[in-house]
């Protein structure tokens, strides 16, 4: 692992990673390294050919009252624990190395950084972006991995980049968690043991919060009152700010929806803390939930190479392979993807009442409904018959049609794990819809992968899909598929459109 505290030395490391055709990932932190910066430093590992810690423990980000002389550093310590990694190189620049003028150019970032933090810390976000931008210019980054844990700094840096056209991709990765839910922080380190205690009401704020939304309260006011009340239970912890946000602009919210978010800042002791929590349907992973948030903004093309694991061939399968809207079983951050397919195939998340579900349907991308809608064919004739709508805009209004195989099969043969694969797929898109409440399968493959994969019944359980169909020409069944929460689902099989033999008559009048 090199040591780099020069930036030349850093740009020539730099120079050389590019010249030699690899993808370049950088960790930014300020050091006291903990789980949180390790979770991103793994994840970079896992999508680039050479990662690059930096740890610069940056004073224009402080402001003069703030806690920078307290703020806990230990390079040798940080050395140390990043020694397990293999990484390529640390980044270790010092203040004169880094501002040996001062500074009279700043990054001066607009009204997303005005609010909360910025509200709360004049002229931090001013720092965080300008040397943010040192480190990308010096560093010239492929991908820069940042935490959920400062979603904030996320959104400024996000907007740095596509003002200035910069080209660095950005993942975000989860908050990581103490055991007992405290969101791991540097700052911890500044905790007394009984503070350590009383910091636990910020996570704990947020889970009372999510538990309402998780029992059906939408509105914000309320969900924020919970909070509010929390803390009052703790009063040993100051509140800063509670807010209930979008997660574009960070604007209040009166109603909350799957990606609003939750924002605490507090004072325990002499230490300020952060912690959030993003909204969404029971059982989302901390990913689903990140992209709830973070998927419907503006994606930006910004020319950057696709590094690592993202090689051109794996991209173009997956830009050809028909809306494989989930996208997560391909290794890859599905960010840009999901983004692209949700923003275009499912406007409103929210507003989604019923899955329909066919294997190999539209395998045909150029064919596919979401991409014409206005041509109508077969499949899709029968389709509308069945689920009672006049036309493609009045399907997608309230369903969204999904396959349940997917771009790993294009034939009618299809390995196994290539269907446990499809299934997650499923599963993870599935989980996108709030207010999910019905599910149609259509033909027996979609059926018995269902009852394979979704429900996890044995081959030999399951029913034959003929005699289950043969009185009316479909079949309901409600239940509980445990990763979509408690909700009960109504659940159609019928026939797929496209097999003349037997058709399906209209399941409209069940749909909601
Ligand atoms: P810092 O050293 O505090 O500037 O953090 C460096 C990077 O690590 C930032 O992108 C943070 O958002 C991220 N980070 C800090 N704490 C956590 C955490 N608990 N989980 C995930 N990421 C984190």
Redesign the pocket.
């Known amino acids: 692992m090199r040591v780099l505290d020069s930036i030349t030395g850093m740009k020539a490391f730099s120079r050389q990673v590019r010249a030699s055709g690899k993808s370049l990932g950088l960790?930014?932190?300020?050091?006291?390294?903990?789980?949180?910066?390790l979770?991103?430093i793994r994840q970079a590992k896992r999508q680039c050919d050479v990662v690059v810690v930096s740890?610069y423990l940056?004073p224009t980000q402080f402001g003069p009252h703030e806690d920078l002389a307290r703020y806990p550093s230990d390079l040798k310590k940080d050395l140390e624990v990043l020694g397990a990694f293999k990484l390529d190189a640390v980044f270790t620049p010092s203040t004169s190395e880094m501002f040996p003028r001062g500074l009279q150019t700043y990054i001066e970032p607009g009204e997303i950084a005005s609010t909360l933090e910025g509200a709360s810390r004049p002229g931090h976000f001013r720092g965080?972006a300008t040397v943010v931008a040192k480190l990308f210019n010096i560093v010239r980054p492929d991908i820069a991995?940042?935490?959920?844990?400062?979603?904030q700094?996320?959104l400024v840096i996000r907007r740095l980049v596509e003002d200035l056209n910069l080209d660095v991709r950005l993942v975000?990765?989860?908050?990581?968690?103490e055991a007992d839910g405290l969101?791991?922080?540097?700052?911890n380190l500044l905790l007394s043991e009984r503070e350590r205690e009383t910091a636990l009401v910020l996570y704990r704020s947020l889970r009372r919060a999510e538990s309402l939304v998780h029992l059906g309260v939408v509105s914000a006011q309320k969900v924020r009152q919970e909070i509010l009340r929390a803390f009052e239970e703790e009063p040993a912890a100051r509140l800063d700010y509670a807010a209930i946000v979008e997660p574009r602009e960070l604007k209040p919210v009166e109603r909350i929806e799957a990606g609003t978010l939750a924002l605490v800042a507090a004072r325990v002791g002499d230490t300020r803390l952060i912690d959030n929590l993003i909204f969404g349907p029971p059982g989302a992973t901390p990913e689903m939930l990140l992209q709830l948030a973070l998927s419907g903004q503006r994606i930006t093309d910004t020319a950057a190479r696709i590094p690592g694991l993202e090689t051109e061939t794996l991209r173009q399968r997956i830009e050809r392979c028909r809306e494989c809207a989930a996208i997560s079983s391909v290794l890859l951050p599905p960010r840009e993807f999901l983004a692209k397919y949700l923003q275009r195939d499912y406007p409103d998340l929210n507003a989604v009442r019923v899955a329909v579900i066919g294997r190999n349907s539209p395998v045909n991308a150029d064919s596919f409904l979401y991409r014409n809608p206005h041509s109508v064919d077969r499949f899709s004739q029968a389709l509308f018959e069945l689920v009672g709508v006049r036309d493609f805009e009045e399907f997608r209004s309230r369903f969204i049609l999904t396959d349940s195989t997917r771009c790993h099969a294009t034939d009618t043969h299809i390995p196994e794990k290539a269907l446990a694969a499809c299934a997650r797929h499923l599963r993870d898109e599935l989980k996108l819809f709030p207010n999910l409440e019905s599910i149609v399968l259509l033909g027996e493959d979609a059926f018995v992968q269902f009852q394979r994969f979704l429900r996890g019944r044995p081959l030999c359980e399951i029913p034959p899909f003929a005699t289950l169909l043969r009185d009316q020409g479909w079949a309901r069944e409600d239940l509980e598929l445990p990763f979509l929460g408690d909700r009960r689902l109504k659940v159609f099989y019928c026939y797929h459109p496209t097999i003349g033999y037997t058709r399906s008559p209209s399941i409209a009048a069940l749909l909601p």
Do not use: W
Request: charged share 15%; with cysteine.
């Open positions: 960790v930014p932190t300020m050091g006291a390294l903990h789980e949180g910066h979770s991103l740890i940056n965080v991995y940042f935490g959920q844990k400062d979603f700094q996320v975000v990765c989860p908050t990581v968690r969101a791991r922080s540097s700052r």
